[in-house]
């Protein structure tokens, strides 16, 4: 198991933690792996009852670590892409209740991951956005393309992925980003109060809802992540891609 990553189980809620702060919880495939472990014990482990999504530090996550977008060849890109949907699958698939514990950003794969948590709990000073088109990469990556839409609806969804703005906490509650709205100072009870209440309550009843609710949307996510994949392949090998990653360094060291 890596420090990227820690876990903690209280009263049948397993707390998973992006543990790389100062690296803004960055996510690199040592991470991602971890992640992935984490996931697929809470399926099958029978003390969790419901799984809290949180990030050390200031902020939830700020999407994959870009250090990690070198040259490489469409069918390693491919492998990567689709690897990074995997921690997604787990959790829409999983029949137990996923909360997302939003502070700070959360922003790219960050927001990814929130969006396919059955609840998004954020706080007053929380922000969300979907910056893909700003480093030349397809606005649909880590699963924006199949929740964003039918979480906000296609305008403000389009708004969100095409512009790369931040949203304000307020304005991602107004809009349904966000299932809960509290003050930094109360964000912590107010997820372990819904996460516990999940845990000690009906669990077949909560299996069987969270996947009637998922099975409504459609039968196609998988459809849409080939989609994703085989559209952020294409924008990692490109040049607008490889110079803007340039840019945001030099500005970072600069």
Same mark, same amino acid.
């Given at each position: ?7 903690k ?19 690199d ?10 996931? #697929?014990?809470a ?10 999504? =949180?990030?050390? /530090? *200031?902020?939830? @996550?700020? /999407? ?7 040259? *490489?060849?469409p069918?390693?890109?491919? #492998? ?5 949907l995997?921690?997604?699958r787990?959790i ?25 948590c ?8 929380s *922000?969300?956005?979907a910056?893909?088109v700003?480093? /030349?990469?397809?606005g @649909? ?6 929740f ?6 296609m305008g *403000?969804a389009?708004?969100m ?5 931040f ?7 107004q809009?349904g980003?966000?299932?809960r709205?509290?003050p ?5 009870d107010?997820v372990?109060?819904? =996460?516990? /209440? ?12 969270k996947?009637a609710i998922r099975?409504?949307l ?15 392949? #294409?924008c ?19």
């Amino acid at each position: 198991m890596t420090d990227k990553l820690q876990t903690k189980i209280d009263d049948g809620v397993l707390t998973i933690t992006l543990n790389r702060p100062d690296r803004l919880n960055a996510i690199d495939i040592e991470m991602l792996d971890a992640m992935v472990d984490a996931l #697929q014990s809470a399926v099958t482990d029978e003390t969790v009852g419901a799984v809290v999504l =949180a990030g050390a /530090g *200031r902020v939830f @996550c700020a /999407g994959a670590d870009i250090g990690q977008m070198i040259d *490489r060849t469409p069918a390693d890109w491919e #492998q990567i892409v689709d690897h990074y949907l995997d921690p997604v699958r787990l959790i829409a698939t999983m029949e137990k209740p996923v909360i997302a514990r939003c502070h700070g950003d959360v922003v790219g794969g960050g927001l990814g991951l929130s969006l396919a948590c059955d609840f998004r709990v954020g706080a007053e000073d929380s *922000r969300y956005s979907a910056p893909f088109v700003k480093l /030349g990469l397809a606005g @649909c990556d880590m699963s924006a393309g199949y929740f964003l839409p039918r979480l906000i609806g296609m305008g *403000r969804a389009t708004d969100m992925m095409m512009t790369a703005r931040f949203l304000d906490a307020e304005e991602a509650y107004q809009i349904g980003l966000l299932s809960r709205l509290v003050p930094e100072s109360q964000l912590d009870d107010a997820v372990m109060e819904l =996460a516990q /209440g999940f845990a000690s309550g009906p669990t077949r009843a909560l299996a069987f809802t969270k996947n009637a609710i998922r099975r409504s949307l459609d039968r196609d996510m998988e459809n849409e992540f080939d989609y994703e994949i085989f559209a952020q392949v #294409q924008c990692l090998q490109s040049e607008v891609h490889r110079e803007r990653v340039a840019a945001f360094f030099s500005k970072r060291s600069g």
